[in-house]
């Protein structure tokens, strides 16, 4: 079974239909890119799996379960986690509490167990320590960990949303976008650790990218998006040889 | 009869709220704050309306017009120095803050001033009372003059904002600010605009409240303030005619409250209007759904 | 690793420094009080001046770390004082004085946290700007329904009218609250422990403090801070936004609730006139001056500007007009970005001086 399944996904604003009949399916473990010109609709789709819009029409499964209409809390909780195209991170937390507070549900203990600071607080607060500096290593940032979000390098200010989204332990990971206003140089350092998520987290990954780089070195099937609709979908080499893709880049 | 009686003391003194609602939901329309000095900047324009009679002998037109001109330097003032420093501050907390500040500080330099008792407003507008009904009803100058400026007002505002190149300005910031500058809107200058009108247009809610109400102390635009921003509220927040209907609709709610109920909770049942607003319909009556862009 | 530790014992150290800060100031007091170098007028300001730094810790609750503005603390503050001083007058023959003071607090809390939820559910959808207005208009609505409400005890129980005759009070009964008049003598029956009531105060301080700071540094507070800093990021990692800043916003109700028992059992003569907006705005004044998010730092700013207008006669005219123009310059100076960009480059440029130096 495909870890993400969606059929005929659709949502209109006013009178414009925004997303339009979007369908795909991922199977667990790929490497997924969505491309497509601005304004095609991606970062749509996107809030419409997170849950951020709600969905005129069309079905979203999430690994088999039925997950379309719910809060964006429950869809994270189901296992879809994000990050978006112009950064949100807690900008006056931490590092090392961003990390933390995408831990949220997973290391639980009451409000009144940290109030009173009970064993149960000491004992979740050195866990999410621990996990928390270990994403961060994964994404090079455990020496910032005490740095102000805000004040960390646009780079790696990206790199800890993405740090942040895998803290809530997630099936599915959403890209928007992970390159964008990096040079080359951290652009192919990017491409490594999102290999190295997928392959040592067992993640399934689907990105939005205008990087034609990034896209081809590593996703392995490609949708291309046009007008909200779904235009030509497959393997990465196929679609971007396929005329038609070529067109809607590039202009008649 | 005294059904009517309470009905037009209601629609004149929620005329007043209205005018005063205009200048809350322009600003918060255009520049996406809530300017809690709004208030005070009525009671300046009254406090110089009456000084400019009683100390400095000026004809009553003479007044109000240096009223209006004074206040809408004021406003274009506070928001240059006060509220435009912060407009890309990273909390709006920071700003809403800062105008509370403006707010107090108005207040207090009145304080100053013109002292903490309360003064009795001047006649300034001589309109003869109405005698209908053979004297079953009464309707005072003022009353008919009130509501006759609400109603020019509004024709006057809604005029400028749809058929005027800088009303257009208007609609563009508050659509979409950095957009509207891409266009070649200067933003600046539409938003020190907006705050001219809602000023200006404080100064004549001034004259009117205070001539309806003839007292006068430093804390008199407070609370008139903050019901015409539960009128705005109400009306649906950006909205003209939302203003004008949210504020002739609170100001016959209080007027009932104060006749039916008990004229010590006529307040509790403005601001519960306001509470059970925004439960039911937290928009507004002609009030626009806005979602944050992701 | 070894940084992190640090980190865990910073915050810990931090605290514990506000901690002892309380402390000091209390033990000086105390040996300025026990030498006679405490003027009677002094004394009398230092349990209102535990009030409202309770009051002020509390705010910065919402303020600072749930990044929501609320005017309506002294509503809060009225609710918990008007609640336990009704509590402590009837209970007034039947309890000692200690646990009756100890139940009064915690019912001032518990129903000034009730108020809390009440407002705190319809309006914390909204915008921020919404909750200032609902807060401040929550204010007027508990002072304008207080101002109304008589409540009178006999043998037959408690009797709630809105005027004094409604109340058909049996032969023998007595009238508490009237309306406008409020509630009297409440000081008065806590006569034996009056002396303890500045230590009282310093407790509950420690006791909000206490709450406060390990709550902002639990998995709740960091919930509460990432609501603040990016309400859509914290529903993407599965936050609830809106149960943490009910929970923020409770919690400070509850705490202003405290701060109001304590005013209320202080005083002989409690009337609702004085939990007006302008006491909201100058517990606001406070945090803001203290540093928005800055616990010890509004402890710091009730103290000198409670204490300082109050001491320098002549000052007091101008107090408020001072504290306007402070409340706008701190904001500026302290958010606006210009500003921001300026201090950095000056810190910048020092820290640069000083690389030098020791180059050199």
Redesign the interface.
């Known amino acids: 079974m495909a870890m993400l399944e969606v059929n005929n996904l659709s949502i209109q604003f006013g009178g414009l239909r925004a997303v339009d009949g979007f369908q795909v399916s991922i199977e667990k473990g790929r490497l997924y890119g969505l491309i497509g010109p601005n304004g095609a609709g991606k970062t749509t789709v996107f809030n419409l799996l997170t849950g951020v819009y709600k969905p005129t029409e069309g079905v979203i499964r999430l690994d088999g379960e039925d997950i379309t209409g719910k809060s964006t809390i429950e869809i994270n909780r189901a296992g879809i986690a994000r990050t978006f195209q112009n950064i949100r991170l807690f900008g006056a937390m931490s590092v090392l509490d961003n990390v933390k507070a995408g831990l949220h549900n997973d290391h639980k203990y009451s409000t009144l167990a940290g109030i009173l600071r009970l064993p149960s607080y000491f004992k979740a607060e050195k866990e999410m320590n621990e996990k928390a500096m270990e994403l961060l290593r994964v994404f090079g940032l455990d020496g910032e960990a005490e740095y102000l979000a805000s004040n960390l390098p646009y780079g790696k200010q990206r790199k800890l949303e993405i740090a942040r989204a895998m803290a809530t332990n997630p099936k599915l990971l959403l890209l928007d976008e992970p390159a964008a206003g990096m040079n080359p140089n951290e652009t192919a350092e990017l491409m490594k650790t999102i290999h190295f998520v997928r392959d040592n987290f067992d993640m399934t990954i689907l990105l939005i990218e205008h990087d034609m780089k990034l896209v081809s070195g590593i996703c392995e099937e490609l949708t291309v998006l046009n007008f909200g609709q779904v235009l030509c979908q497959g393997k990465t080499a196929e679609v971007l040889s396929n005329p038609q893709v070529i067109t809607a880049y590039l202009g008649e | 009869m005294s059904f009517i009686s309470y009905l037009k003391d209601g629609i004149s003194l929620g005329s007043i709220y209205a005018i005063i609602a205009l200048g809350y939901t322009m600003v918060y329309g255009i520049a996406k704050m809530l300017n809690f000095a709004h208030g005070d900047v009525i009671m300046v324009g009254a406090f110089v309306i009456l000084a400019a009679i009683t100390k400095a002998g000026l004809s009553p037109l003479l007044s109000i017009i240096l009223a209006v001109v004074l206040c809408t330097v004021l406003g274009i003032t506070i928001e240059m120095v006060a509220y435009r420093p912060l407009r890309k501050a990273s909390s709006n907390l920071a700003v809403l803050i800062t105008a509370i500040g403006v707010s107090y500080l108005l207040q207090n330099v009145a304080l100053l001033v013109f002292g903490a008792d309360a003064k009795s407003f001047v006649t300034v507008i001589n309109v003869p009372t109405l005698v209908l009904f053979d004297g079953q009803l009464t309707i005072k100058g003022i009353t008919i003059v009130t509501i006759a400026a609400c109603i020019i007002i509004m024709c006057g505002l809604t005029l400028f904002v749809n058929k005027t190149k800088p009303g257009h300005a208007m609609k563009a910031v508050s659509e979409d600010r950095d957009a509207a500058q891409l266009m070649g809107v200067n933003v600046n200058s539409t938003i020190s605009l907006t705050f001219a009108i809602g000023s200006g247009l404080a100064a004549i809610a001034g004259l009117l409240l205070c001539s309806a109400y003839p007292t006068l102390t430093p804390y008199t635009g407070a609370m008139p303030g903050i019901k015409a921003f539960v009128a705005a509220v109400f009306g649906g927040i950006g909205s003209i005619p939302g203003a004008m209907i949210g504020g002739i609709l609170l100001g016959v709610i209080e007027i009932f409250g104060k006749a039916y109920i008990s004229s010590q909770v006529a307040d509790a049942i403005v601001f519960a209007v306001l509470i059970i607003v925004l439960l039911v319909k937290p928009t507004g009556l002609f009030g626009k759904n806005v979602q944050e862009k992701v | ?1 070894a ?2 530790k ?3 014992s910073k915050t810990s150290k931090n605290n514990y420094i506000t901690y002892a800060m309380v402390i000091a100031i209390f033990i000086v007091v105390q040996a300025l009080s026990a030498t006679g170098n405490l003027s009677r007028l002094l004394t009398g300001l230092l349990v209102p001046l535990c009030v409202y730094t309770i009051a002020a810790v509390s705010l910065n609750l919402v ?1 600072g770390f749930s ?3 609320s ?1 309506g603390h002294a509503g809060f503050m009225c609710v918990g004082a008007y609640s336990s001083a009704l509590f402590s007058s009837v209970f007034a023959d039947t309890l000692p004085s200690v646990p009756r003071l100890i139940l009064a607090i915690l019912i001032g809390a518990a129903v000034a946290a009730v108020f809390g939820i009440l407002i705190g559910i ?2 914390l ?2 915008r ?3 909750l ?3 807060t ?3 204010g ?2 508990i002072k ?2 207080i ?2 409400l008589y409540v009178g005890v006999d043998e037959n129980g408690l009797h709630v009218a ?1 005027s004094s005759a409604g109340l058909n009070l049996a032969a023998g009964g007595k009238q508490i609250m009237k309306g406008a008049l409020g509630i009297s003598g409440t000081a008065t029956l806590y006569k034996d422990i009056k002396d303890y009531f500045f230590l009282i105060g310093v407790i509950l301080i420690l006791i909000t403090l ?2 406060v700071q ?2 902002v ?7 509460i ?2 609501t ?13 936004v809106t149960k943490y800043k009910l ?1 923020a916003f409770t919690i400070s109700a509850a705490l202003a609730g405290v701060a109001g028992v304590l005013y209320a059992h202080n005083l002989s003569m409690l009337k609702v006139s004085t939990f007006d ?1 302008n006491l909201s ?1 100058l517990v ?1 004044v406070y945090v ?1 001056l203290g540093g ?2 800055n616990l010890r730092g509004s402890i710091i700013a009730t103290i000198i500007l409670y204490a300082l207008p109050e001491l320098l006669r002549g000052f007091s ?2 107090r ?2 001072i ?3 402070v ?2 310059a701190m ?2 100076f ?6 921001r960009n300026f201090r950095s480059r000056i810190l910048e440029r020092l820290r640069g001086n000083r690389k030098k130096k020791e180059a050199a």
């Open positions: 690793m940084d992190m640090k980190s865990m303020v990044g929501e503005l005017l319809p309006v959808r909204l921020g700007d919404y200032a207005i609902v401040l208009a929550f007027e609505i304008n329904l101002n109304v809105v206490f709450i390990n709550l540094n639990s998995r709740s507070g960091r919930a801070t990432s603040r800093d990016n309400r859509i990021a914290a529903e993407s990692v599965g936050i609830s929970m907006y705005i606001l803001v928005i998010g005219t101008y408020m007009l504290y306007a123009v409340l706008i904001m500026l302290n958010w606006a970005p210009a500003a």
